[in-house]
């Protein structure tokens, strides 16, 4: 069973930046995607990004647009998020997620980011 290991979260001033990491324990079969959702207090889970291992292809949420860089290192099974120019309200739970044609979704188990004021 792959295990999703994030870190890099933690606190940082509003027009500050992060850069969160996401570590597989092994290679996932038929991967489709990885991505990364986050979750604020009494809010659902949002995807924030999510990268298509078919074609390559990069989506963004609107919010994060043009502050947020998402990345992938294959050989070492990780998958970056690079946080520019953090707001207040991208305080969250921030959580990896790869998905498998053949077996599902994976999720890590969560890592902060807090962002003051």
């Known amino acids: 069973q792959v295990q999703l290991v994030e870190s890099g979260g933690g606190l940082v001033q509003a027009g500050g930046s992060l850069r969160l990491s996401c570590a597989a324990s092994g290679r996932i079969f038929r991967l489709k995607s990885m991505g990364w959702y986050r979750q604020a207090p009494g809010k659902q889970r949002e995807l924030v990004t999510t990268i298509f291992t078919s074609g390559g292809s990069t989506n963004y949420a609107d919010s994060v647009k043009g502050r947020f860089t998402s990345s992938r290192d294959d050989a070492k099974n990780t998958l970056y998020l690079q946080m520019n120019s953090l707001k207040p309200e991208d305080t969250a739970v921030y959580y990896c997620?790869?998905?498998?044609?053949?077996?599902?979704?994976?999720w890590g188990q969560g890592t902060q980011v807090t962002v003051s004021s």
């Open positions: 997620n790869m998905a498998s044609w053949a077996f599902g979704s994976y």
